[in-house]
């Protein structure tokens, strides 16, 4: 990774002495118009970010690290936060933590800020979108950075990627369904066109080729709104399907909601697994079905494979995954009361 400019960098680029160029940055009246306009420049020209945060973070015993969520209102995420941020604080790190609301201007933004505040490293769960703008300036200032979850850059050997095995999750939840008789198999939920919908599809996918289906996709943003209106969808064009695996447990609570509504119980009527396994999936009725991945562990992980990159220089590897494991409950086994 390229080294972070400095502010000695924008002096001898702008041919000014590095306490000019302090000033400047403090907004000094000592500093003439045209000198300050040539120092900032140079700043642009060599790619400096003015570190607000720098002095006292050199000061002091603990780092600053950046946590950049796509959507912190998915429990899923908002787990993995949370195990990130106590497993650095057990080792004296403060985490920074920001919701991007999948809007890749918004994270952007996000991004330079923790940049100008002095953040030591950056973890992103990234929104999708045009991000190149904003990768190019993380590597002008030198972070280390993991993309987690979710991967948007190519350069894996910059920025490390580290997820699930989404694509083994997708396999177990279909053959589980076959196994206990499904064949009129749907996908439900999750937006074209997005590598992690195509991920968790994956398998499902390989399941239908290999005992001669006919896949059903529904695509939906995954949400338990949406979930319902797939739900309505699904009973409307594809009345004979007998198994359902969501995109998400948002989906499946969703589309089971509006699935009680109308009559129809999971497990009984229909089979219906989810994925991620949130807390909320064991305690719905019937509970569901889900591919666990432990987000917990997850983010102890993927803090600690930080700290090893800061404080030893490990890097990460270019590309993990996390094993998954499905967990069956009465939404699937057909075991309901």
């Known amino acids: ?120 490293a950056l973890v992103i769960s990234p929104s999708y979108g045009d991000v190149t703008a904003t990768f190019a300036q993380i590597a002008t200032a030198g972070l280390p950075t993991l993309q987690v979850l979710r991967q948007v850059s190519p350069d894996t050997g910059q920025f490390p990627f580290a997820s699930f095995d989404y694509g083994d999750g997708g396999l177990q939840a279909a053959r589980h369904l076959v196994q206990t008789g499904a064949r009129r198999i749907a996908f439900v939920g999750g937006l074209p066109g997005r590598p992690i919908t195509a991920e968790r599809m994956q398998g499902y996918l390989d399941e239908m080729r290999r005992i001669g289906a006919q896949p059903i996709v529904l695509y939906g943003r995954p949400s338990r709104h949406n979930g319902a209106a797939l739900a309505a969808e699904l009973l409307r064009e594809h009345p004979d399907v007998d198994a359902v695996i969501c995109f998400n447990d948002l989906v499946s609570l969703g589309m089971m909601s509006h699935l009680a509504r109308t009559g129809i119980r999971p497990g009984r009527d229909i089979r219906i697994v989810g994925f991620d396994d949130i807390e909320e999936s064991a305690q719905t009725w019937p ?39 499905l967990i069956v409950r009465a939404s699937s086994s057909g075991e309901t009361a």
């Open 287 to 325: 509970p569901l079905s889900s591919v666990a991945c432990d987000i917990t562990s997850f983010g102890e992980k993927t803090a600690a494979a930080l700290l090893d990159w800061l404080t030893k220089g490990k890097k990460p590897p270019p590309v993990h995954r996390e094993p998954v494991r």
């Open 1 to 120: 990774m390229a080294r972070r400019p400095t502010i000695l960098d924008v002096a001898a680029h702008a041919g000014v002495s590095k306490s000019t160029v302090s000033l400047v940055l403090k907004n000094s009246p000592q500093i003439k118009p045209e000198t300050t306009d040539q120092v900032r420049r140079s700043m642009q020209a060599v790619g400096y970010v003015y570190n607000r945060a720098a002095a006292n973070l050199r000061s002091s015993t603990t780092g600053l690290v950046g946590l950049v969520i796509n959507d912190l209102r998915n429990p899923f995420f908002t787990e993995f936060a949370a195990s990130f941020q106590m497993s650095l604080f057990s080792r004296g790190y403060a985490t920074v933590i920001s919701n991007s609301g999948e809007e890749p201007e918004v994270q952007a933004k996000i991004i330079t800020s923790m940049i100008e505040h002095g953040v030591s």
